[in-house]
């Protein structure tokens, strides 16, 4: 039999050495040496152009316009821009929205709901590069909420806890960092670029408050807090706590990531091959006690 | 579907699903709670009134909530939407209030209260219904602990400056 190209290669792969720095190289012409200033056309004025300050290499700093009042001080610096890098942005998405797309088909009530899956709806654009940091439940719609789900959000004010607590769902709040965020919206995408999946965390100090309030059901409250919680809510908003002890779907609403977790069933570190269908977990001991793996 | 692809090949994977999904890092819930029940469904205790005073607590079960459709502008929302919520319970029979409270209800809200002994609260404050259940029932609250509260005696110092004061 003769071997084919394919089995050539992998023959190579399976006999060359590892891959390191001494048997690497840049491609031809990618590096190119530099061009001195010599001769009749590299000489005279060496690049630096004729008379003025930039041939005398006075340069003016940047963004000045000569004098006149230059773009960067036209406007005045207002308190409400302080930080304004620094904030995060949540995608609003009503409680009416959520029914709508249960209702249709789009989200499974019957598996937890979490970033990952409203993203797979492809309805919404979530983009981690511009500050959005995940989404946001607002209460339009929570009169006629009726589903009985496990929601993971990044956000959700005490009304919107309250109709889904109250048809015997579980709501939590859990941060995601910008690098777990980019894997959690396009799992295919991240998939493919063979990146080990990233260990979500923690959230700055100003969300470690909020993401560890029983009252905001955050992802780092005491469930035990979060059970007391539930009921003042209950209180306060006039119904009764639906019993979950005997629910068949009671697994499947307890369930919840670990904080590290970026995915369901999946630990930080591993690589997913989509094309060979496998899951690689690192053995490294080194690796290990950085993702945190028992 | 990807989420279905990717649990058809990690329960091929048996033994590594199961290990992962038991992943707990340093900073689980297990580690920064040590001494917790862990149980987001653990059953709590109803707080338990010492027969005199009200503790806050309202049986949602022993109300008979009501809807309606609310007054005033708003068009065709405020004709078919049923946001004003009716609240009522039988006075007397009512369990959660203690005996001694029921009189001073009945002093201080003469005009809530039906032929029949129903206590009756409505709101329309807000355009949900769900909101103007908890104005109601927010409502009924401060009524009973309006009828619970009791002055503090007066201190000797007060009557005394009462006293000068008066003979001054």
Not at chain 1, 169 to 174: D, S, V
Not at chain 1, 223 to 237: C, G, M, N, T, V
Request: proline fraction near 6%; charged fraction near 25%.
């Amino acid at each position: 039999m003769t071997s084919s190209g394919v089995d050539k290669a992998l023959s190579l792969v399976r006999n060359l050495p590892r891959i390191s720095f001494n048997n690497l190289r840049d491609s031809v012409g990618k590096r190119k040496p530099r061009e001195r200033c010599r001769g009749r056309y590299g000489g005279k004025t060496h690049g630096c152009g004729q008379k003025g300050s930039e041939q005398r290499q006075a340069y003016m700093r940047l963004g000045h316009e000569g004098g006149q009042t230059p773009f960067y001080m036209r406007f005045s610096k207002e308190p409400y821009y302080k930080g304004w890098h620094l904030q995060r942005e949540y995608l609003p998405i009503s409680l009416h929205r959520i029914q709508m797309l249960i209702d249709t088909g789009r989200l499974n009530p019957e598996e937890p709901i979490d970033v990952t899956q409203i993203c797979n709806t492809k309805l919404f654009k979530l983009d981690p590069r511009k500050k959005q940091y995940g989404f946001q439940i607002t209460d339009e719609g929570a009169d006629c909420f009726d589903a009985k789900i496990n929601l993971e959000v990044q956000y959700a004010p005490e009304h919107v806890i309250a109709a889904v607590e109250k048809n015997g769902g579980i709501i939590t709040t859990a941060f995601y960092d910008v690098m777990s965020l980019q894997a959690a919206v396009d799992p295919e995408a991240f998939f493919k670029r063979g990146v080990p999946i990233p260990k979500r965390m923690l959230p700055p100090h100003d969300a470690l408050v909020q993401y560890s309030d029983p009252k905001q059901r955050g992802y780092l409250a005491d469930p035990d807090k979060i059970a007391e919680e539930r009921f003042i809510l209950s209180q306060k908003y006039g119904y009764e706590l639906p019993e979950l002890s005997q629910d068949p779907l009671k697994d499947m609403l307890l369930r919840r990531k670990d904080p590290r977790q970026v995915f369901y069933g999946l630990m930080p570190g591993c690589f997913v091959s989509l094309r060979d269908k496998k899951v690689f977990a690192p053995k490294d001991e080194e690796l290990k006690r950085f993702y945190e793996i028992n | 579907m990807l989420r279905r692809r990717l649990i058809n090949w990690i329960s091929q994977n048996g033994r590594y699903f199961t290990s992962a999904s038991k992943y707990k890092s340093s900073i689980c819930l297990e580690n920064i709670y040590p001494g917790s029940s862990l149980n987001i469904l653990r059953s709590v205790q109803k707080p338990a009134g010492d027969g005199t005073n009200f503790t806050g607590y309202v049986p949602i079960e022993q109300l008979k909530v009501s809807y309606s459709m609310a007054s005033g502008p708003g068009g065709q929302n405020v004709n078919k939407v049923a946001t004003k919520v009716d609240v009522r319970f039988h006075l007397k029979n009512a369990q959660w209030i203690p005996e001694a409270l029921k009189e001073k209800i009945l002093e201080q809200n003469p005009n809530r209260i039906t032929k029949d002994g129903y206590f009756v609260m409505k709101s329309d404050l807000t355009r949900s219904q769900q909101l103007n259940l908890a104005d109601a029932l927010e409502k009924i609250r401060t009524v009973i602990k309006a009828a619970a509260f009791v002055p503090a005696p007066v201190t000797e110092e007060t009557l005394e400056k009462i006293r000068k004061r008066s003979s001054a």
